[in-house]
Structures are given as structure tokens and as C-alpha cells.
């Protein structure tokens, strides 16, 4: 059975940038249906958000700027307003929430005692460490939005065999198992695509939808078990090139140009590692000729893609340049 989310996005935090909300809008939805959604901070700089934000039922909360704690006016009312939701709305039984600042740990402590589900979102380089032990599940911005490339077409334009197969692999990669049943694959389809449906692709079922795409892309199997349609990640997923000494520079300064576009100034080490990990699963600082990632990072430091700092914590943040 599908969750029933309240997603509340802090703006500042999540940078405003479109392709940054529909990412979340889109890994939380394929959790579950998202029946209330706000955006807190709202100005007028974050005009490019409003076909999203309409498309997507969200209701809008601006900033208003007065006084010198003008950022706990817009923390104070998303506690007010997800504690009203927790206590009025019996559906929601899960909460997202796009920030990482600490003073959200007492809500999500509430949260949790009635026994709600709270999915924390934020960017590494202002996660607080007890917000994220504090969720239920945490998850970096750096991975939401860059741990795939976007298949969405324009709300306007028809999906293709194409956009449907690479919505299906983010799908099965969200999954526990790397595999559902046919039918719970086309529920989060829906949910992320309402227009889709097998005759606009040319076919009659979605279990042909689903076979031409196994046979024509071969990214997931579809077997029957015991009458029901399975479908499986292929675990295999070999990058083309392998990484080495003459290409690594090449390969992260892609890497770090996706993060720059995407409105990351900052990210974490380890959100940076992860990013090539998931290109290259067998990379490790040896092949590159390097023992440490460090290393690695002080090498491309002196490429001038990046600056090494440390932040009040005392922990190493990548500067993109």
C-alpha cells in the first residue's frame, strides 16, 4: 500500500532551482501519493517554480522580511503548519521534509512518536548529523537530484518507449529489492506520469509495454511467477569506459560541472565519491594511481576544479570552481 506524504521544501535550503524540486517531488512520489505539499520562503527570485508548484497542488508560503530573525519565520510556521497536518489529517502517515537544520529535530521526535514515517532531505553541506540520525530515513540532496539523468519530457510532449524505460529502471533502483510486481511498477508510473498510459506507446497492456522494453533496452527482466508479472533490475550496469589515470580529471570535472549546473556550490567528499561509484561501481583511488581519496581531491584541487575548506564542524567540504 502506497504512503500518503506531507512535503514541506525550505527554498533556501534546496537552492530554488527547478530541476532541483521536481527531483524531490519525484523521489517522493515514488514512495507514495503526495496530498500536501508547501514551499516555505517563497519570493519572487523562484518565479520559474510556479508551473511546478501548480502542476503539483503545492501551496505557497512567501518570505516576508522584517526583523533580524528573518529565517525562523519561515522554521517556526513549517512546525506549526506539519504538527496541524499530523494532528488534523488521519491519510498522511508520512512526512518529507527538505531541510537539514537542527530545530526540526523536536518536530520530527513528534513525528515519529504518533507514528509517522519522516523522510529528511537536505544538502550534505547543511545537514545537521543530529537532524539525520534524528529521521526515519535521510537522504542527501547531491544524490536525489544527480543519481539519475532526468528522462521527463515537457508536461506538453507525449511519452516515448524511451522515457517510459528509464522511468521504470529509477523506479526499480528506489525499490528495496531492485524488483516489484507489474502491477505496483505501473502505480508509481501513474504517479509520477498521470498522462501515461500503454495505448499512447502504441500497445494495448502494460505487460507488452513491458516486454517490448526488456527486449528492446534489456535494463530490467520480466518473468511470470505463480501469475503474477515480476519485474527485475539487471544488476549488471558496466560503465562504458572504465576510469582511469589519463580520464579520472575528465570524469570528475563532468561529475562536478552536473553538481554546478544543478546550483551545488558545495558538497560533501563522500556525496562526491558516491557520484562516481554509481558510474564506475569498481573505482577505487588505486586504479587512478592514488592511495587515498584525499589524494584524489588534492589532485584535482591543483587541476583548479576544485577548493578543499573546512567547515565550522571541522569536517572537508568540495568547493566547486
Known amino acids: 500500500m502506497a504512503s500518503h506524504f506531507a512535503l514541506f521544501v525550505d527554498l533556501e535550503n534546496c537552492g530554488g532551482k527547478n530541476s532541483m524540486l521536481m527531483d524531490v517531488i519525484e523521489r517522493v512520489k515514488i514512495r507514495g501519493d503526495i496530498l500536501i505539499g508547501k514551499v516555505?520562503?517563497?519570493?519572487?527570485?523562484?518565479?520559474?517554480?510556479?508551473?511546478?508548484?501548480?502542476?503539483?497542488?503545492?501551496?505557497?508560503?512567501?518570505?516576508?522580511?522584517?526583523?533580524c530573525n528573518q529565517k525562523n519565520n519561515s522554521d517556526i510556521q513549517l512546525v506549526i503548519d506539519a504538527l496541524d497536518v499530523a494532528y488534523r489529517n488521519?491519510?498522511?502517515?508520512?512526512?518529507?521534509?527538505?531541510?537539514?537544520?537542527?530545530?526540526?529535530?523536536?518536530?520530527?521526535?513528534?513525528?515519529?512518536?504518533?507514528g509517522k514515517f519522516v523522510l529528511g532531505i537536505s544538502r550534505s553541506e547543511a545537514a545537521s548529523n543530529v537532524f539525520m540520525s534524528a529521521c526515519s530515513e535521510f537522504q542527501f540532496l547531491e544524490s536525489v537530484s544527480t543519481s539519475k539523468e532526468r528522462p521527463a519530457p515537457a508536461v506538453s510532449e507525449a511519452l516515448t518507449l524511451s522515457d517510459v524505460n528509464d522511468l521504470i529502471v529509477t523506479i526499480l533502483r528506489e525499490s528495496d529489492s531492485g524488483e516489484m510486481l507489474a502491477s505496483e511498477v505501473k502505480s508509481v508510473l501513474l504517479r509520477l506520469r498521470p498522462s501515461f498510459s500503454e495505448k499512447s506507446v502504441g500497445y494495448s497492456t502494460f505487460g507488452k509495454v513491458l516486454a517490448q522494453l526488456s527486449q528492446q533496452f534489456g535494463s530490467f527482466t520480466v518473468e511470470s511467477e505463480q501469475y503474477n508479472l515480476i519485474v527485475r533490475l539487471h544488476q549488471a550496469y558496466a560503465a562504458i569506459e572504465q576510469i582511469n589515470r589519463d580520464?579520472?580529471?575528465?570524469?570528475?570535472?563532468?561529475?562536478?560541472?552536473?553538481?554546478?549546473?544543478?546550483?551545488?556550490?558545495?558538497?560533501?567528499?563522500?556525496?562526491?565519491?558516491?557520484?562516481?561509484?554509481a558510474l564506475y561501481p569498481d573505482f577505487?583511488?588505486?586504479?587512478?594511481?592514488?592511495?587515498?581519496?584525499?589524494?584524489?581531491?588534492?589532485t584535482l584541487e591543483r587541476e583548479k576544479l576544485l577548493k578543499l575548506q573546512m567547515d565550522e564542524g571541522g569536517n572537508m567540504l568540495v568547493h566547486i570552481l
Open 284 to 298: 577505487t583511488e588505486r586504479q587512478v594511481g592514488l592511495r587515498r581519496f584525499s589524494d584524489v581531491l588534492r
Open 40 to 67: 516555505y520562503g517563497y519570493t519572487d527570485s523562484y518565479s520559474d517554480l510556479k508551473e511546478t508548484l501548480l502542476s503539483n497542488t503545492f501551496t505557497v508560503v512567501p518570505s516576508l522580511r522584517y526583523g
Open 90 to 114: 488521519d491519510l498522511i502517515d508520512s512526512f518529507c521534509i527538505v531541510s537539514g537544520d537542527s530545530d526540526y529535530v523536536p518536530l520530527v521526535g513528534k513525528l515519529k512518536s504518533m
Open 247 to 277: 580520464n579520472y580529471v575528465a570524469v570528475f570535472s563532468r561529475i562536478l560541472s552536473a553538481y554546478k549546473e544543478d546550483g551545488f556550490d558545495r558538497v560533501n567528499p563522500s556525496i562526491l565519491k558516491s557520484a562516481v561509484q
